[in-house]
């Protein structure tokens, strides 16, 4: 047996998990890092709208999650928060923005992106491309649109 293999793949271990959210205190740096994740989330939502129409529209979803996961952190940030880890954003949008619908649909789309990440036989069909389409439409744009709403109010 392969000694690295074994010991980290087959033995037990702990590991220790720095924090992954941090405050943001000045505005100037709320600004910045909200400006980033808003530039991130439109860099992936448009990454997500091209693959739509590609041969593998379900990378669409995988994709407009982390635009989903960017404005949300965007909004947290402007809350103050630089937020490093999935669940911490999900969390920190049910208890910090209280909003925990929009931490469902997050996490919804999280738990949609690790299935389709993990399906057996992946090819292209109309089927995927509507699945695609559908949540694209009925899920993402909404939530962004949210937040965008969210953030426009703080303003």
């Known amino acids: 047996m392969d000694q690295p293999f074994e010991e980290k793949c087959l033995g037990k271990r702990t590991i220790t998990i ?4 941090f405050r943001i205190i000045s505005k100037e740096q709320r600004e ?3 400006s980033q ?3 991130n989330a439109a860099y992936f939502f448009e990454s ?6 590609s041969s593998t529209p379900l990378v669409a979803i995988l994709i407009a999650y982390f635009s989903m ?4 952190n965007q909004l947290l940030a402007l809350y103050g928060y630089k937020v490093e880890s999935h669940v911490c954003t999900q969390i920190g949008l049910s208890k910090i923005v209280q909003r925990k619908d929009l931490a469902k649909m997050l996490s ?5 992106r690790q299935n389709i990440g993990y399906r057996i036989s992946l090819t292209p069909s109309q089927e995927s491309k509507l699945e695609a389409q559908r949540t ?13 709403l ?5 303003k």
């Open 18 to 21: 720095e924090p992954s959210v």
């Open 32 to 34: 910045q890092i909200a």
């Open 37 to 39: 994740h808003k530039n």
């Open 48 to 53: 997500a709208n091209n693959l739509l129409n």
């Open 69 to 72: 996961e960017h404005k949300a």
């Open 108 to 112: 919804d789309i999280f738990t949609l």
């Open 136 to 148: 694209i439409k009925e899920i993402i744009i909404p939530f962004i649109q949210e937040v965008d």
């Open 150 to 154: 969210l953030i426009q109010v703080m």
